[in-house]
């Protein structure tokens, strides 16, 4: 499954702290051309999940916002491959997970860096029997939730918006995992963390990123 979506924003500009790619271990590498993204140390045999966030800024400063969430199979030599139809964004992040693993790769085109938040997003347990949550300060959010060998699920929410629990615009944005989109071949969203759990949690107004695993920042 490839999906992409365009949003218009007004350009957010900011200090951002750039910081080398991010990575599990050595194994996992993305290599990124000109209409495709490849990512090399895979299982092979085994799915992949890709995330791709994009923020296009045009003439007049008026921002398209791009998300694709595919789910493919490594092939023999343990490398992947993610066909895109026109080249990456220059501004632009893009993620392989092994789903078996859980490890991970993150690159940007060369031009780029990689923003982390200063303030990362947390997790939290749900109150009563209600879902654990996704707990933040910021308007919007977008990533995956992997949990290896179990499945992937992607998320999209604004504070305010219908994910959000409370449904007001706030500045507290509660996104409750069992509300998450399972991503071809994995079972309806958890309602409780674990902590095999990887985050990729992007924020595409300031494009900046975080990776969790178990709940730390990587």
Do not use: C
Not at 139 to 159: E, H, I, T
């Amino acid at each position: 499954m490839n999906r992409g979506r365009a949003l218009s924003w007004p350009v957010v500009l900011g200090l951002l702290v750039a910081g080398p790619a991010l990575g599990q271990g050595q194994s996992v590498r993305l290599t990124l051309g000109d209409q495709a993204v490849t990512a090399s140390g895979l299982t092979p045999g085994k799915p992949v999940v890709w995330l791709g966030v994009e923020y296009r800024v045009d003439a007049e400063f008026s921002g398209d916002l791009t998300e694709r969430y595919e789910v493919g199979t490594t092939a023999a030599d343990g490398t992947a491959r993610l066909d895109l139809p026109r080249p990456p964004a220059p501004r632009s992040y893009w993620v392989a997970v092994d789903l078996g693993t859980g490890a991970y790769a993150l690159s940007t085109p060369r031009q780029y860096r990689i923003a982390r938040a200063v303030r990362p997003t947390t997790l939290d347990t749900g109150q009563g029997g209600s879902s654990d949550v996704l707990v933040d300060t910021r308007q919007y959010l977008v990533g995956l939730l992997v949990r290896p060998g179990a499945g992937a699920w992607s998320f999209s929410g604004g504070d305010g918006g219908p994910l959000d629990e409370d449904g007001e615009s706030n500045g507290h944005l509660r996104l409750a995992l069992d509300r998450l989109n399972a991503l071809p071949g994995s079972p309806a969203a958890p309602a409780r963390l674990d902590k095999s759990d990887l985050w990729v949690i992007v924020d595409p107004l300031r494009m900046e990123i975080t990776v969790l695993k178990g709940g730390v920042a990587q």
